[in-house]
Protein backbone atom coordinates (compact mmCIF):
# COMPACT_ATOMS: atom_id res chain seq x y z
CA UNK A 1 0.00 0.00 0.00
CA UNK A 2 1.61 2.97 -0.75
CA UNK A 3 2.24 5.78 1.66
CA UNK A 4 0.42 8.44 1.33
CA UNK A 5 1.96 11.85 1.54
CA UNK A 6 -0.68 14.36 1.86
CA UNK A 7 -3.24 14.68 4.22
CA UNK A 8 -4.39 18.14 3.31
CA UNK A 9 -7.74 18.27 1.21
CA UNK A 10 -8.01 22.23 1.48
CA UNK A 11 -9.70 23.68 -1.31
CA UNK A 12 -8.92 26.34 -3.56
CA UNK A 13 -11.87 29.57 -3.50
CA UNK A 14 -14.43 28.91 -6.45
CA UNK A 15 -13.33 31.18 -9.50
CA UNK A 16 -16.02 33.37 -8.96
CA UNK A 17 -14.57 34.86 -5.46
CA UNK A 18 -11.04 34.57 -7.24
CA UNK A 19 -12.36 37.45 -9.66
CA UNK A 20 -14.13 39.01 -7.37
CA UNK A 21 -10.95 39.60 -5.58
CA UNK A 22 -8.77 40.03 -8.33
CA UNK A 23 -11.67 43.02 -9.58
CA UNK A 24 -11.70 44.42 -6.08
CA UNK A 25 -7.73 44.40 -5.47
CA UNK A 26 -7.37 46.32 -8.94
CA UNK A 27 -10.25 49.07 -7.53
CA UNK A 28 -8.25 49.44 -4.36
CA UNK A 29 -5.03 50.40 -6.08
CA UNK A 30 -6.36 52.47 -8.16
CA UNK A 31 -7.80 54.17 -4.74
CA UNK A 32 -4.55 53.74 -3.43
CA UNK A 33 -2.95 55.66 -6.28
CA UNK A 34 -5.56 57.87 -6.43
CA UNK A 35 -5.15 59.19 -3.46
CA UNK A 36 -1.08 59.96 -3.59
CA UNK A 37 -2.31 61.69 -7.25
CA UNK A 38 -4.39 64.54 -4.98
CA UNK A 39 -1.19 65.64 -3.12
CA UNK A 40 0.29 67.44 -5.89
CA UNK A 41 3.85 66.42 -5.17
CA UNK A 42 3.05 62.88 -6.76
CA UNK A 43 3.96 64.46 -10.16
CA UNK A 44 7.85 65.05 -8.85
CA UNK A 45 9.30 61.89 -9.12
CA UNK A 46 9.55 58.35 -7.46
CA UNK A 47 10.74 59.30 -4.21
CA UNK A 48 7.82 61.67 -3.79
CA UNK A 49 5.29 60.18 -5.51
CA UNK A 50 6.46 57.36 -2.85
CA UNK A 51 5.94 59.58 0.04
CA UNK A 52 2.29 60.67 -1.85
CA UNK A 53 0.49 57.51 -1.35
CA UNK A 54 2.07 56.19 1.75
CA UNK A 55 0.13 58.15 4.42
CA UNK A 56 -2.33 56.99 6.90
CA UNK A 57 -5.64 57.21 4.87
CA UNK A 58 -3.97 55.96 1.89
CA UNK A 59 -2.34 53.05 3.70
CA UNK A 60 -5.93 52.06 5.55
CA UNK A 61 -7.58 52.82 1.98
CA UNK A 62 -5.78 49.68 1.03
CA UNK A 63 -5.30 47.45 4.08
CA UNK A 64 -8.72 47.24 5.46
CA UNK A 65 -10.21 46.09 2.84
CA UNK A 66 -7.89 43.78 1.45
CA UNK A 67 -6.49 42.36 4.65
CA UNK A 68 -10.23 41.40 5.50
CA UNK A 69 -11.08 39.70 1.96
CA UNK A 70 -7.15 37.79 2.35
CA UNK A 71 -8.54 36.42 5.70
CA UNK A 72 -11.66 35.54 4.35
CA UNK A 73 -9.79 33.57 1.68
CA UNK A 74 -7.82 31.75 3.90
CA UNK A 75 -10.75 30.84 6.33
CA UNK A 76 -12.47 29.23 3.43
CA UNK A 77 -9.13 26.92 3.15
CA UNK A 78 -9.90 25.71 7.00
CA UNK A 79 -13.35 25.18 6.61
CA UNK A 80 -12.32 22.52 3.45
CA UNK A 81 -10.07 20.86 5.62
CA UNK A 82 -10.34 16.85 6.55
CA UNK A 83 -10.44 15.99 10.14
CA UNK A 84 -6.87 15.48 10.81
CA UNK A 85 -5.46 13.59 13.76
CA UNK A 86 -1.63 13.46 13.27
CA UNK A 87 -0.15 16.84 14.60
CA UNK A 88 2.05 16.92 11.36
CA UNK A 89 -0.92 17.18 9.51
CA UNK A 90 -1.91 20.30 11.00
CA UNK A 91 1.55 21.43 10.07
CA UNK A 92 1.07 20.42 6.58
CA UNK A 93 -2.11 22.77 6.88
CA UNK A 94 -0.23 25.90 7.90
CA UNK A 95 2.43 25.36 4.99
CA UNK A 96 -0.55 25.42 2.54
CA UNK A 97 -2.04 28.20 4.39
CA UNK A 98 1.28 29.92 4.07
CA UNK A 99 1.56 29.14 0.11
CA UNK A 100 -2.02 30.73 -0.03
CA UNK A 101 -0.93 33.63 1.72
CA UNK A 102 2.16 34.00 -0.18
CA UNK A 103 0.26 33.99 -3.83
CA UNK A 104 -2.25 36.63 -2.46
CA UNK A 105 0.14 38.99 -0.99
CA UNK A 106 2.15 38.92 -4.18
CA UNK A 107 -1.02 39.52 -6.32
CA UNK A 108 -1.89 42.49 -4.13
CA UNK A 109 1.23 43.81 -3.94
CA UNK A 110 1.82 43.30 -8.08
CA UNK A 111 -1.53 45.32 -8.54
CA UNK A 112 -0.31 48.14 -5.92
CA UNK A 113 2.92 48.29 -7.47
CA UNK A 114 2.01 48.18 -11.26
CA UNK A 115 -0.55 50.97 -11.40
CA UNK A 116 1.77 53.38 -8.67
CA UNK A 117 4.74 52.84 -11.13
CA UNK A 118 2.35 53.36 -14.28
CA UNK A 119 1.44 56.30 -12.99
CA UNK A 120 4.37 57.62 -11.55
CA UNK A 121 5.89 57.22 -15.17
CA UNK A 122 2.99 59.16 -17.14
CA UNK A 123 2.34 62.14 -14.75
CA UNK A 124 6.09 62.51 -13.01
CA UNK A 125 7.32 66.05 -14.57
CA UNK A 126 11.09 65.83 -12.68
CA UNK A 127 13.84 63.56 -13.19
CA UNK A 128 14.38 59.84 -12.51
CA UNK A 129 16.23 60.42 -9.34
CA UNK A 130 18.61 57.90 -7.58
CA UNK A 131 16.39 57.17 -4.88
CA UNK A 132 14.05 55.43 -7.99
CA UNK A 133 14.99 52.12 -6.94
CA UNK A 134 14.71 52.65 -3.07
CA UNK A 135 11.36 54.47 -3.70
CA UNK A 136 9.96 51.01 -5.61
CA UNK A 137 11.81 48.54 -3.14
CA UNK A 138 10.10 50.60 -0.33
CA UNK A 139 6.59 50.72 -1.62
CA UNK A 140 6.82 46.97 -2.36
CA UNK A 141 7.89 45.81 0.93
CA UNK A 142 5.93 48.13 2.84
CA UNK A 143 2.69 46.50 0.71
CA UNK A 144 3.63 42.69 0.95
CA UNK A 145 4.43 43.25 5.05
CA UNK A 146 1.72 44.95 6.12
CA UNK A 147 -0.24 42.77 3.89
CA UNK A 148 1.07 39.30 5.26
CA UNK A 149 1.41 40.60 9.09
CA UNK A 150 -2.01 41.93 9.24
CA UNK A 151 -3.63 38.79 7.45
CA UNK A 152 -1.61 36.86 9.61
CA UNK A 153 -2.34 38.03 12.70
CA UNK A 154 -6.08 38.78 12.00
CA UNK A 155 -6.35 34.85 11.18
CA UNK A 156 -4.68 34.09 14.56
CA UNK A 157 -7.61 36.32 16.13
CA UNK A 158 -9.93 34.25 14.23
CA UNK A 159 -8.71 30.94 14.89
CA UNK A 160 -8.25 32.08 18.86
CA UNK A 161 -11.70 33.58 19.53
CA UNK A 162 -13.31 30.89 16.97
CA UNK A 163 -15.78 33.44 15.28
CA UNK A 164 -14.75 34.87 11.60
CA UNK A 165 -16.87 38.05 13.19
CA UNK A 166 -15.05 38.80 15.73
CA UNK A 167 -11.36 37.95 14.49
CA UNK A 168 -12.17 40.23 11.67
CA UNK A 169 -12.76 42.82 13.99
CA UNK A 170 -10.18 42.51 16.41
CA UNK A 171 -7.31 42.67 13.38
CA UNK A 172 -8.94 45.45 11.45
CA UNK A 173 -9.44 47.46 14.55
CA UNK A 174 -5.44 46.62 15.68
CA UNK A 175 -4.55 47.74 11.88
CA UNK A 176 -6.72 51.26 12.77
CA UNK A 177 -4.49 51.61 16.42
CA UNK A 178 -1.47 50.69 14.56
CA UNK A 179 -1.64 53.98 12.26
CA UNK A 180 -4.40 56.58 13.73
CA UNK A 181 -3.58 56.03 17.46
CA UNK A 182 -0.26 56.75 18.84
CA UNK A 183 -1.48 57.41 22.02
CA UNK A 184 -1.24 53.60 22.34
CA UNK A 185 2.68 53.73 22.20
CA UNK A 186 1.98 51.29 18.67
CA UNK A 187 2.95 53.26 16.38
CA UNK A 188 6.65 52.05 16.45
CA UNK A 189 4.86 48.64 15.56
CA UNK A 190 3.37 50.72 12.15
CA UNK A 191 6.87 52.23 11.81
CA UNK A 192 8.40 48.52 11.90
CA UNK A 193 5.86 47.04 9.21
CA UNK A 194 5.76 50.05 7.26
CA UNK A 195 8.80 52.18 7.60
CA UNK A 196 8.66 56.03 6.24
CA UNK A 197 10.91 56.83 3.56
CA UNK A 198 13.66 58.98 4.08
CA UNK A 199 16.37 60.64 2.32
CA UNK A 200 19.63 58.73 4.01
CA UNK A 201 17.74 55.99 5.84
CA UNK A 202 19.17 53.12 5.84
CA UNK A 203 16.83 51.26 3.91
CA UNK A 204 18.50 47.51 3.91
CA UNK A 205 18.08 47.47 7.67
CA UNK A 206 14.33 48.21 7.26
CA UNK A 207 14.09 45.33 4.51
CA UNK A 208 15.68 42.74 7.31
CA UNK A 209 13.33 43.95 10.03
CA UNK A 210 10.32 43.24 7.83
CA UNK A 211 11.49 40.05 6.42
CA UNK A 212 12.14 39.21 10.05
CA UNK A 213 8.35 40.17 10.98
CA UNK A 214 7.03 38.36 8.55
CA UNK A 215 9.22 34.81 10.06
CA UNK A 216 8.04 35.65 13.14
CA UNK A 217 4.16 36.08 12.67
CA UNK A 218 4.44 33.02 10.63
CA UNK A 219 5.51 31.31 13.67
CA UNK A 220 3.01 32.05 15.60
CA UNK A 221 0.59 30.70 12.43
CA UNK A 222 2.18 27.43 12.90
CA UNK A 223 1.90 27.28 16.46
CA UNK A 224 -1.35 28.76 16.39
CA UNK A 225 -2.38 25.83 14.36
CA UNK A 226 -1.05 23.10 16.33
CA UNK A 227 -3.07 24.27 19.28
CA UNK A 228 -6.46 24.86 17.29
CA UNK A 229 -8.49 22.18 16.39
CA UNK A 230 -9.48 21.87 13.07
CA UNK A 231 -11.17 22.34 11.05
CA UNK A 232 -12.01 25.63 12.20
CA UNK A 233 -15.95 26.21 12.50
CA UNK A 234 -15.78 30.39 11.91
Not at 165 to 175: M, P
Not at 180 to 185: C, G, M, R, Y
Not at 196 to 222: C, D, E, H, R
Amino acid sequence: MPRRNCFLTAQFAPRWQRVTFLLVTLLVSLCFTSIGLTTGRFQLGFFDANRSVQRVFGQLVLFLPMTGMMTAVLLRLLQNTSVLIRIDARVMIARRILRELIFLTAVVTFSVWGIWFTAVLLRSRGGQSGTAVVANVNLVMNVATALFTYTTLTLIGCLLFRSRAIGIFCGLSLVIVFHVAPVFNLSEIATLITPKLAVNAMWPISVVKQFLMMIFVTGLMVLTLRRIRVPVEV
